[in-house]
């Protein structure tokens, strides 16, 4: 049997820090949607467990070890059902690496969902979720996709609708950032307040579609740390916010920062305007999709 699967990446709204726990993770509360762009696996019954990265400019700083989330997810699912089948894994990266787009979090949440039904395993989300989370606190999520509001660690993860489809582009300016790294220096500078988000008000606009009080509500408290370890970041900001974005913002912790548009009409010429000067920016809408699988066969 194969399996062929899309595993979406995803951008915050919103990303706020409630507080750290004992056990040194943070406390969050995020507004987080799956985007179009996505990494492509195929999933084949196989004597043994490998891996093979399909060679790209996303593949380049991506492990084909035993490091790679999507072959750690493929042991905590043996291990977690005694499973002992094997399987011959392809990945074809799109999503940057070190971006705050929840690239390798989304892989690990497409190798649980697909080795799930080869393997014939049966477990419910609710379970794929829980073994996700000792792989990466963004993997639940990334089982759920679409819209959703995240809490605890990335544990709590409670599905929303959207209002409308909505139209981004991205921009990779810099190299990628250390999440760990981003977390540590948010605490020892003093940047706690800046960036706030109003995650009520930002969930409601999206629910109805309203994308000015979107753009007024959104926030990321992560972001000034981050745009002053790659100062890169903010000239890629202020770009976006002269091609006509509504809002720009930065996802996750980082490197990737992204705009939103009031239609795919404005969305294309922006695109056509920030190429000259990033020609590697990307356009891409919201889904309501995850982990997709997209082809079965024999």
Request: proline share 3%; glycine share 10%; aromatic share 6%.
């Amino acid at each position: 049997m194969k399996l062929k699967v899309k595993a979406h990446g995803k951008i915050n709204w919103t990303l706020d820090i409630l507080g750290q726990r004992p056990d040194g993770y943070h406390d969050l509360d995020m507004l987080i949607s799956s985007v179009s762009l996505c990494d492509n696996l195929e999933f084949q019954e196989a004597d043994d467990l490998e891996m093979f990265l399909i060679s790209n400019n996303g593949s380049r700083f991506v492990p084909g070890d035993e490091k790679n989330l999507v072959l750690q997810s493929a042991r905590a699912l043996q291990e977690a059902t005694g499973v002992a089948r094997g399987a011959s894994i392809k990945l074809q990266k799109f999503i940057p690496v070190s971006a705050g787009m929840g690239g390798g979090s989304s892989d690990a949440a497409a190798a649980l969902v697909a080795l799930n039904r080869l393997w014939n395993c049966g477990l419910k989300t609710k379970e794929l979720s829980e073994i996700g989370l000792t792989i990466g606190a963004d993997v639940p999520y990334c089982i759920e996709g679409g819209l959703a509001r995240v809490q605890g660690i990335g544990e709590k993860v409670t599905k929303l609708k959207m209002g409308r489809e909505l139209y981004l582009i991205i921009i990779q300016p810099c190299r990628g950032l250390s999440t760990k790294e981003v977390f540590g220096s948010y605490h020892s500078e003093g940047h706690r307040e800046q960036g706030k988000p109003d995650n009520e008000a930002a969930q409601a606009a999206l629910l109805q579609g309203d994308l000015r009080a979107l753009a007024h509500a959104m926030g990321n408290v992560l972001e000034p740390v981050s745009v002053e370890k790659r100062p890169k970041m903010a000239k890629a900001l202020e770009a976006l916010r002269l091609s006509g974005a509504l809002r720009a913002q930065m996802t996750g912790s980082g490197s990737v920062v992204y705009g939103v548009y009031q239609n795919a009409y404005k969305c294309r010429k922006a695109l056509m305007q920030l190429q000259e000067e990033y020609p590697d920016c990307l356009s891409m809408r919201t889904t309501d999709t995850g982990i997709e699988i997209v082809e079965e066969g024999e």
